[in-house]
């Protein structure tokens, strides 16, 4: 289904459709994080006896983004005889973990009406056997779900008050019997005490509107560990009344969005808009207690129905280090101090952690470690050199940053000198060329901070196996007149034999501080990877690899050299950061500006970016929003605006206006000469 909005405050979040459903929702809860949406949670209307679930017979409309995670849709009736419109404004409180829609429904037409409007709910709030329940809580007027340590509690308020006054519940022997929903389509809700097993439940509330009439109704999802912790929320809500919740969220987001930067130079509103909602996306994917959450296209859903998103370092870094260039040093500082206390708790750095810090116990994980941690170090030294830093990340060295670069100098194979470990996709074992320049960006970042830190020996060793590295990667892996790489080597008996599928993640080396993105062998990786694995449809983009299964659309594909897989959006994007650090003038940076426009175009609803789009269709195939889409949509951004200020030149005397404004400040050279000492000072 496609996504229209994503709200949330961090430790709630949500995502809704043009109609103003609510597809997805994840709330705190013990662990791991769990989406507690069964099915669609949509809105119904009741007109003359009929009850219909939008968007049915409406035209819908998302408003504009704004810098405040508050969606809103509008949905206008497509007979004139009937001439109602309606207007859904959804978001979560930005300190209580309560969800709120307020939905206003106003009579244009020349007759009474006599209204109905339903929220259905279909929670799956723990795994296994259904044993959910939903009944009417006497204390509080509204409807609670409840399942073992969790509790949704659904309330309204309309023009007679405070209260669920229509509700019906019901109980299905299995998931896709006919429920509340299917039962209430008579237009009449009828009284049912409690449900148990899968149970869902519709509530409403009568309107009566006049010709030109309209009405207000406000309905809230209060989530909890308890009922009767719910409770409490719901009350909280209801003293301090919407007007008081929405003036504050909208408050503390606008506050948020001014901390960081929003200048994107001279590239197209649409993807200036994109730019903002990526910021908002990346800081709702982080939990209060600083873990950034990857999107589902990373964990798929077990047998057990429950799709959980945990902390993945290899997606967190580069959302971390994204979310610290764009200026919120806060969503930073917050994501490393989350992985020291997680790693102390585990003993090093694991691939993927739970939300709540716990390390995830997962089939392969040294290897599957290994290129989460090299992003880790990666993205610390450029935080350190970014912001220097030093005194927050200082306590971090000894025990947690100095023992990651020397697992990462010690998992080099004796023979080939490169890493073994999962592919960057993390789908396949071997030595893999992308995940080998990951462990040297990182080596080579943790020896910078050495250096800083005045460690010469732990700089120079570190410096010597990122050395090591570059040396196999070019003996093995760099092949052809060209140079350009192969994507990894695979096992195959007792030696290893290259493989020459052209992968998209071969287009990251030259992008993590591992080699210089002019360097020849890096230009002719790109040039034969956009070659071999370009879209050639009115879709575009790039595939993740050949022959990539994920996303297949399969007999919908008439050849493999027109359409090698999916376009992947994050996987695009890398080609225009490539674009970017090779230009050298505001020309060359055209490729870049129509890939950034391009990805803008693809987004949906009010600016989510999906992981993959279908190659004909164009339309989303693969799950929105993508956390590593989103991050790597504002790296592309960030390196833009800072090379067009680069190429921007003085018109009195031709020089770059950075340089001229470096070369005024009093003392920089000296202080620049003397950062870095040692073998390691041109690092």
Same mark, same amino acid.
């Given at each position: 289904m496609a996504r229209a909005f994503l709200i949330g405050n961090g430790s709630l979040t949500a995502l809704g459709d043009r109609s103003g459903a609510l597809l997805e929702l994840y709330a705190p809860s013990i662990s791991p994080e769990t989406q507690l949406i069964r099915r669609p949670a949509r809105l119904g209307l009741a007109v003359d006896g009929a009850l219909r679930w939008l968007p049915d017979s409406f035209e819908t409309r998302t408003g504009e983004p704004t810098d405040a995670p508050i969606a809103d849709v509008s949905l206008s009736s497509i007979d004139p005889g009937l001439g109602l419109e309606i207007w859904i404004e959804s978001y979560v409180d930005a300190s209580l973990p309560v969800l709120i829609r307020r939905v206003q429904i106003t009579n244009r037409g020349i007759v009474h009406r006599a209204l109905t409007l339903y929220f259905h709910h279909d929670l799956r709030l723990a795994g296994g056997r259904p044993h959910e329940s939903v009944r009417r809580d006497a204390e509080s007027g509204g409807l609670l779900h409840t399942s073992g340590r969790r509790a949704v509690l659904f309330n309204l308020e309309g023009p007679e008050g405070t209260g669920v006054a229509l509700a019906r519940t019901a109980s299905r022997a299995t998931e896709n019997s006919a429920g509340a929903d299917t039962e209430a389509m008579d237009g009449r809700v009828k009284f049912q005490a409690e449900a148990a097993g899968y149970a869902d439940s519709v509530g409403g509330v009568a309107l009566s509107l006049p010709p030109g009439g309209s009405a207000m109704v406000t309905a809230w999802l209060a989530c909890a560990d308890s009922p009767e912790e719910a409770r409490l929320l719901d009350g909280a809500f209801r003293r301090e009344g919407v007007a008081s919740s929405r003036t504050r969220t909208r408050g503390h987001w606008n506050f948020w969005s001014s901390e960081g930067a929003r200048d994107v130079a001279d590239l197209p509103e649409a993807v200036g808009a994109v730019y903002g909602q990526s910021l908002l996306a990346l800081r709702l994917h982080q939990t209060p207690e600083g873990a950034i959450v990857s999107g589902l296209e990373e964990t798929p859903a077990p047998a057990s129905g429950i799709e959980s998103r945990w902390c993945w370092l290899a997606d967190a870094a580069i959302a971390a280090d994204a979310l610290g260039r764009a200026g919120y040093l806060g969503a930073s500082r917050r994501y490393f101090s989350f992985v020291a206390d997680a790693a102390r708790r585990a003993g090093r750095l694991t691939a993927v +952690?739970?939300?709540?810090?716990?390390?995830?116990?997962?089939?392969? /994980?040294?290897?599957?470690?290994?290129?989460?941690?090299?992003?880790?170090?990666?993205?610390? %030294?450029?935080?350190?050199?970014?912001?220097?830093?030093?005194?927050?990340?200082?306590?971090?060295? @000894?025990?947690?940053?100095?023992?990651?670069? /020397?697992?990462?100098?010690?998992?080099?194979?004796?023979?080939?000198?490169?890493?073994?470990?999962?592919?960057?996709?993390?789908?396949?074992?071997?030595?893999?060329?992308?995940?080998?320049?990951?462990?040297?960006?990182?080596?080579?970042?943790?020896?910078?901070?050495?250096?800083?830190?005045? !460690?010469?020996?732990?700089?120079?060793?570190?410096?010597?196996?990122?050395? #090591?590295?570059? #040396?196999?990667?070019?003996?093995?892996?760099?092949?052809?007149?060209?140079?350009?790489?192969?994507?990894?080597?695979?096992?195959?008996?007792?030696?290893?034999?290259?493989?020459?599928?052209?992968?998209?993640?071969?287009?990251?080396?030259?992008?993590?501080?591992?080699? /210089?993105? !002019?360097?020849?062998?890096?230009?002719?990786?790109?040039? @034969?990877?956009?070659?071999?694995?370009?879209?050639?449809?009115?879709?575009?983009?790039?595939?993740? +690899?050949?022959?990539?299964?994920?996303?297949?659309?399969?007999?919908?594909?008439?050849?493999?050299?027109?359409?090698?897989?999916?376009?992947?959006?994050?996987?695009?994007?890398?080609?225009?950061?490539?674009?970017?650090?090779?230009?050298? #003038?505001?020309?060359?940076?055209?490729? %870049? &500006?129509?890939?950034?426009?391009?990805?803008?175009?693809?987004? !949906?609803?009010?600016?989510?970016?999906?992981?993959?789009?279908?190659?004909?269709?164009?339309?989303?195939?693969?799950?929105?929003?993508?956390?590593?889409?989103?991050?790597?949509?504002?790296?592309? %951004?960030?390196?833009?605006?800072?090379?067009?200020?680069?190429?921007?030149?003085?018109?009195?005397?031709?020089?770059?206006?950075?340089?001229?404004?470096?070369?005024? &400040?009093?003392?920089?050279?000296?202080?620049?000469a003397g950062l870095l000492p040692g073998v390691v000072a041109d690092l």
């Open positions: +952690y739970e939300p709540s810090g716990a390390a995830v116990m997962i089939a392969g /994980e040294p290897e599957r470690s290994i290129l989460g941690t090299a992003l880790h170090l990666w993205a610390a %030294a450029r935080h350190l050199e970014r912001e220097r830093d030093v005194e927050f990340l200082a306590p971090m060295w @000894e025990a947690l940053l100095v023992p990651a670069a /020397e697992r990462l100098a010690g998992s080099l194979d004796s023979r080939a000198g490169l890493p073994a470990s999962t592919d960057w996709w993390d789908e396949r074992s071997g030595m893999h060329a992308p995940v080998a320049g990951a462990v040297r960006g990182g080596l080579r970042g943790a020896a910078r901070i050495a250096a800083s830190l005045g !460690e010469a020996g732990r700089a120079r060793a570190w410096s010597a196996a990122a050395d #090591r590295i570059a #040396r196999a990667l070019t003996g093995t892996l760099a092949s052809g007149p060209s140079g350009a790489f192969r994507r990894s080597l695979t096992p195959e008996g007792t030696t290893w034999r290259p493989d020459d599928t052209a992968d998209a993640s071969l287009l990251l080396l030259g992008l993590l501080d591992d080699f /210089e993105p !002019e360097d020849p062998r890096v230009r002719a990786t790109v040039t @034969e990877v956009k070659e071999r694995l370009w879209v050639r449809t009115g879709t575009g983009g790039l595939a993740r +690899y050949e022959r990539d299964p994920v996303g297949s659309v399969g007999g919908d594909v008439a050849s493999p050299v027109e359409v090698p897989g999916s376009p992947n959006v994050a996987a695009t994007l890398w080609l225009a950061l490539h674009s970017i650090r090779a230009a050298r #003038r505001l020309q060359d940076l055209e490729p %870049a &500006r129509t890939i950034l426009f391009w990805a803008a175009a693809r987004a !949906e609803g009010i600016g989510l970016l999906p992981e993959r789009l279908h190659p004909y269709r164009g339309r989303t195939v693969g799950p929105a929003p993508s956390l590593v889409a989103h991050a790597w949509f504002v790296q592309a %951004a960030v390196d833009y605006s800072e090379k067009v200020r680069i190429l921007t030149r003085c018109e009195r005397c031709g020089e770059p206006a950075p340089a001229r404004r470096e070369r005024r &400040r009093p003392g920089i050279q000296a202080h620049r």
